[in-house]
């Protein structure tokens, strides 16, 4: 599976941005998707997934502030980030998983994107 992430950039606290991810290599429909993010000097920690069925988990601190959705005909899967803050300030990755649950951990996750960086300025 190949991923290509894209759509980070810089913006103010309080804006918007959305991020894509577009699959390709394997079915698609089949593959849970997740966002994973990693602050410089922090670890990479889990954000948002969404399952096969569209089942979708997320991280609480972006609860109310982002959405994911997949676009099953397109192959792609967006994070819809809204109210950003300095804190989500990170390189965005997204991976795709084999397990059908939605997992969290990044151990779970077999296939990763190359990451888009993006910044909240206060």
């Known amino acids: 599976v190949q991923l290509q992430a894209s759509g980070g950039g810089l913006v103010q606290a309080g804006g918007s941005l959305s991020l894509s991810c577009a699959a390709s290599g394997r079915t698609f429909s089949r593959l849970t998707i997740g966002w994973f993010r990693q602050a410089p000097g922090k670890e990479r920690e889990f954000v948002f997934t969404i399952t096969e069925t569209n089942s979708a988990y997320y991280t609480d601190s972006v609860k109310g502030r982002f959405s994911i959705s997949r676009d099953s005909a397109k192959n792609t899967v967006t994070l819809q980030m809204t109210s950003l803050k300095p804190e989500d300030t990170a390189v965005y990755y997204c991976?795709?998983?084999?397990?059908?649950?939605?997992?969290?951990?990044?151990?779970?996750?077999?296939?990763w994107g190359q990451g888009t960086l993006v910044t909240v300025s206060s």
């Open positions: 991976a795709a998983s084999d397990y059908r649950w939605g997992p969290s951990s990044i151990n779970d996750y077999k296939y």
